[in-house]
């Protein structure tokens, strides 16, 4: 007979990581970052450099598809995370130099081909020069799962083709 103390928290699932891990867990040496694509010198690793004065820019011109996340599984690597808290800066619509609002969903898969929606939120782009507000969000129903990513729900543009731009983005495990 096995007799299990009281208020040890067990985790659903199997192959969880980063158990007891309250904060970001994005770019801990485990997985690596995924993207739709991104413009010229704009690459995925820049939203997961803990540097906003750099930014990921979408491919051009951006979409609904468009996207950056992160993969725990990718290479050697085979773990699933719980993303139950996530946070964006300075993340907007870019277009013709202007800074337009922008709405991001939060995605979860486990194979990178079927994408479940848990997370839908409007971002504030009411900021201007320099590195926007970091945004912290907490997941309703948080899933286990292989990789998690950001898109947005639409990106509209006037004079030009619109981007979407993400100075840093965390996927954070929160166990509190
Ligand atoms: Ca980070
Ligand atoms: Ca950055």
């Known amino acids: 007979m096995h007799l299990y103390p009281q208020g040890v928290s067990v985790r659903p699932g199997i192959g969880s990581c980063f158990i007891g891990v309250t904060g970001d867990i994005t770019a801990l040496g485990v997985g690596a970052y995924i993207e739709s694509g991104h413009r010229a010198s704009a690459s995925g690793d820049r939203a997961f450099d803990n540097n906003s004065a750099n930014n990921w820019e979408s491919e051009s011109p951006g979409t609904t598809a468009s996207y950056i996340g992160w993969n725990w599984s990718a290479g050697e690597d085979d773990c699933r995370a719980i993303v139950r808290r996530w946070s964006i800066q300075q993340a907007y619509n870019a277009s013709n130099g202007t800074k337009l609002a922008s709405t991001a969903v939060l995605e979860v898969s486990d194979d990178l081909v079927d994408w479940t929606v848990v997370d839908t939120r409007a971002l504030n782009t009411s900021f201007g020069e320099g590195a926007g507000p970091v945004q912290t969000f907490d997941v309703a129903v ?21 981007v979407w731009v993400v100075a840093e983005a965390q996927f954070i495990e929160n166990i509190v």
């Open 142 to 162: 948080p899933v286990l799962a292989r990789a998690a990513r950001l898109r947005p729900t639409a990106l509209t543009g006037g004079g030009s083709i619109p």
